[in-house]
């Protein structure tokens, strides 16, 4: 199975420790998450995030309804979190979250390992092209909710 791998970094203002409590509520997700994806939880809230936490999604992914399960797999606040997906869409899928203390405030730091159905092909041609897409938005949004300074990808 080929892997992948796709990175995200911003720069907010504030510590972890005041970073991580936004990140660390799934209802922000919401917030995160472009409308033309559909998001929808479906976990009955409130959700306590915490090792083992599942969570489950709908979303529609290029017009296609995706049910999505992921698992909290790693648990470290305010430092870092990581969810892996154990149903939907892709073959494989952990993704890091980091935070860590730099000049002008934290960096939040998105690391994500995936496969896909399809290969390299369909990476190249969807996925890649739709991470991209997703990760920006999240950008602008973090950047509109903490005030941002800097962005990088």
Sequence with gaps: MRTFEFKSRIVVPGEPAEIFPFFA???N????TPRWLHFRILTPGPITIAEDAEIDYRLRLRGIPIRWRSRITAWEPPHRFVDEQ??????????EHRFRPVDGGTSVEDRVRYA??????????????????????????????????????
């Design 116 to 153: 896909v159905w399809g290969g390299a092909p369909a990476n190249r041609l969807f996925v890649a092209r739709d991470l991209a897409r997703i990760f920006e938005f999240r950008r602008k949004r973090l950047a509109e909710r903490f005030a941002t300074s800097s962005t990088d990808s």
């Design 29 to 32: 997700l919401d917030l995160m």
């Design 86 to 95: 154990i149903r939907g869409p892709y073959r494989m899928w952990v993704h």
């Design 25 to 27: 509520d799934a209802g």
